[in-house]
Nanobody, 123 residues
Framework: QVQLVESGGGLVQAGGSLRLSCRASGRIFSIDVMGWYRQAPGKQRELVATISNDGLTNYADSLKGRLTISRDNAKNTAYLQMNNLKLEDTGVYYC?????????????????WGQGTQVTVSS
């Protein structure tokens, strides 16, 4: 299978910055899209940003301008730079990868999620 490991979360004051990383490893044939999602306490998981393997990005409208998603294809790693963090950015941030995995005898399209990294913004 394919494993995703997130890092970079933590406690930060409002107005501060964090950079999250997500590294994919395992039976990867190719990764198409990597993305970040978040889940605040008591709320559903929501899209933050995605990036395709050729660099096309998509952001949640409410987060445009403060966040930047990037990717290093050679390292199978995606990054999320978050600036001017607000209290409402608090939550668990999950990484997701979609692509073709070497699961069986024939590569097949699939997706994987990371375990999440906690981001807490304090006043």
């Amino acid at each position: 299978q394919v494993q995703l490991v997130e890092s970079g979360g933590g406690l930060v004051q409002a107005g501060g910055s964090l950079r999250l990383s997500c590294r994919a490893s395992g039976r990867i044939f190719s990764i198409d899209v990597m993305g970040w999602y978040r889940q605040a306490p008591g709320k559903q998981r929501e899209l933050v940003a995605t990036i395709s393997n050729d660099g096309l990005t998509n952001y949640a409208d409410s987060l445009k301008g403060r966040l930047t998603i990037s990717r290093d294809n050679a390292k199978n790693t995606a990054y999320l730079q978050m600036n001017n963090l607000k209290l409402e950015d608090t939550g668990v941030y999950y990484c997701k990868a979609q692509g073709i995995w070497n699961i069986g005898t024939i590569p097949e399209r699939s997706q994987s999620w990371g375990q999440g990294t906690q981001v807490t913004v304090s006043s």
